[in-house]
Every structure is written in C-alpha cells, then in structure tokens.
C-alpha cells in the first residue's frame, strides 16, 4: 500500500516532479499553520466544552499534558482485505522512531477507511468506521479485524519493516473488502494515574464529526504520508494532532459521564472539587491543609474532606502530594535547577524530604530519574 494522500485524486507515476513539491509547499504551508493551530488548541477549549464546568474539565486536563507531556507518532499503516483477525499490543519499541521507550503508552488506530470489529481481551466487541479513531489508554492487548470470530494473526509475523526513515506496513488478508488502518501511540515518561484510572479501556472518537474534522483528517493523513516517504518533519504534526484528539475524545467522554461516576474527571466535573483541583494545580507550592481548601471553595472541612476522596479516589493532602512529585519531574526533565532549588519550587523546604517524597512516587532519586530522562 502507497502512502495516503491529502488528496482524493490519484497521483499518476508520470506526475511532473515540480507538480509534486509544488503539492508539498502548498500542503506543508498548512501543515506549518497546524502547529500553531493545534497548541492554541490544546491550550484552550474543544468545541463540545462550554461554560464553566466545561472550562474548568479542560484547564486541568491542560495542566496535566504540559507536566507529563505527551508525545505522539504513527507507526505503522495497513491494508486489509476481508476476511482478516489480529491481535497485538504496542510495544516501546514501535516507538522509537518517535520517542525513545516511553515508560507508559496509550495506543491508537485510525480508520481510514473501511470499518473493522476490536475487542479489548475479556471485553465487548466494539465497531469502528471509517474516520473513527480508538484510543486505548492502558494499550490493554486486544484483538481487531473484520471478523473476531476467525484465528487471529499475531501483529508481528505479518509487519513489513519499514525502509530507513519510513514506517512499518501490513498488507494481509483474504482479498475481500479493504480497510485502510494508521497505527499510532501516545507516550509519556511519567503517566498521571488519576487521569488513566478514570478512563475506559478504549475511547472512541469520530474525527469527521467534530469541529474542524475534514483538516484535522487530511492533515493527519498528509503528514502520515510524508514520514511514510521519509520526511520526517511532519512526525511534530503528528504528535500535536495527536494530543489535540486525545484531549478531544477525554472531554467528549466527560460530558457522557452520568452523575453517579466517580473517578478524578468526575472531580473535575464537580463544582466544588474541580475548583479544589484548579486551585492544587495553580499553586503547587502553596502550604495548602484540608481546612484551607474546603474554605477555599466553600465547603466544611469534614464535608470537603469526604468529597473530594470519594470523588478523586486519594485525600486532599495525598493528591497535592502526586501533583507535587509530577511537577518535580517536568522541572527534572527539563533541566531547571539543581534538586534542592526543584525540591523548594514544589513547596519542600528539606532536599532529603522531597527526595524521599520523589523516590516514593517513581522508584528513583531526582538525581537518577533525570539523567535516566536525559
């Protein structure tokens, strides 16, 4: 299978060079506006979000992208004809033309065209069409195909490496009906459990229908093709369009949380809680107690108290705590500081204090988990 164009028309073999890079500019002057487009984006509001509660859902989910700082590629494109079955699971290095090892990774499949069956191991059988993305925020082992009740083929023994700077590809299948898939993943060095415990195990989302869904797909899909042809410039494209999708599908599933839920997005759904929750993010540093939050927001310590764990799932003072240890880690990972100046920065006035704070979290001393980072 070629690599998937921006364009419907097909591109003949005889297509003059200039005709083609003149293709490229055009497309690559798009594609330079996404960046800019995409991060103002992820800075501010999906369109589905209104209103305070909607605001409020996407400022923490802000928050946490920049801190953990997801990144994101695709890896692999396939074709499959019917009737087809396989099943795998991402692996760190599929991600290494992209990120090196991620310590966690939320997978993707892009339909592309086409429609296919996926199953989570011990899960219901969901469908995807084309223009729909699945994202699996604990890259759970599954299985996906036209039809899940024939043998599935392990993803590894039908992969065709890809050429030097390229992607990986499949072409497999008994010569039916076709479904073009793009493979992907989403990485982070210090996932933020809160958030992944409180997601399914697969979200769907349908690009065409959200706002802005026809550039956000030809965009996606043009960038595929150029890494595909080994221009590895559009792999940052990929990876903004892939956060901006993630955050798109987090909120859509918060609006269809029912009431009862619990989880930290319910949390943030909540009047009180989440305004206890913005208020943890903006001053980290801050010498917060229960008593000072549940005043904050209105609400009587014990009420508050009570809340806030049923809600987020940890106390007040144990979440600070997490949020604390993931801010430490940005500062690490970027080089801001020695450990004692990050250590106060996070609101720890003893090195040896927020050492041990920061090994309970991670397994590791600062020192050891930036020059892991590094």
Request: glycine share 10%; proline share 6%.
């Amino acid at each position: 299978m070629g690599p998937l164009r921006l364009t419907s028309e097909p591109m003949t073999t005889g297509e003059a060079s200039g005709d083609s890079l003149d293709r490229r500019v055009r497309v690559g002057a798009n594609l330079g506006l996404a960046v800019q487009v995409v991060n103002d984006q992820c800075a501010g509001l999906p369109a589905q979000a209104s209103g305070k509660e909607g605001g409020q859902v996407l400022d923490a989910l802000s928050d946490v992208l920049r801190v953990i700082r997801l990144s994101g590629g695709v890896f692999l494109e396939a074709e499959f004809t019917a009737p087809w079955c396989i099943n795998g699971k991402i692996s760190a290095d599929d991600c290494k033309p992209f990120l090196a090892a991620p310590r966690h990774i939320i997978a993707s499949h892009f339909v592309a065209a086409g429609h296919m069956q996926l199953r989570i191991d011990g899960g219901a059988t969901l469908d995807v069409g084309a223009g729909e993305l699945v994202l699996l925020p604990r890259n759970d082992p599954h299985t996906f195909g036209s039809d899940l009740s024939i043998a599935p083929m392990p993803a590894s023994e039908v992969v065709q490496p890809p050429d030097v700077g390229g992607i990986s590809r499949i072409k497999y299948g008994g010569g039916g009906e076709a479904t073009q898939l793009l493979c992907g993943f989403l990485g982070s060095e210090t996932p933020f459990s809160p958030l992944l415990s409180s997601l399914p195990s697969v979200l769907k989302l349908d690009i065409r229908a959200t706002a802005s869904g026809a550039w956000i797909e030809s965009s996606f899909r043009f960038a595929v093709s150029e890494i595909a042809a080994g221009r590895v410039g559009s792999a940052t494209v990929i990876a903004k369009l892939s956060e901006l999708l993630f955050v798109e599908a987090v909120s859509q599933y918060v609006a269809s949380l029912p009431v009862e839920r619990r989880g930290w997005l319910a949390g943030l759904r909540d009047p009180h809680i989440g305004r206890a929750l913005a208020l943890l993010h903006a001053r980290p540093t801050e010498g917060w107690t229960a008593e000072a939050l549940a005043l904050e927001v209105g609400m009587s310590r014990s009420v508050f108290a009570e809340r806030f764990t049923a809600l987020v799932g940890q106390p007040p003072m144990q979440y600070l705590t997490l949020w604390r240890m993931h801010v430490a880690a940005q500062h690490l990972r970027e080089g801001r500081g020695s450990v004692a100046q990050i250590g106060f920065a996070v609101g720890y006035e003893s090195e040896a204090a927020f050492s041990r704070a920061f090994k309970r979290q991670f397994g590791t001393s600062p020192g050891t988990w930036r020059r892991q980072s590094a």
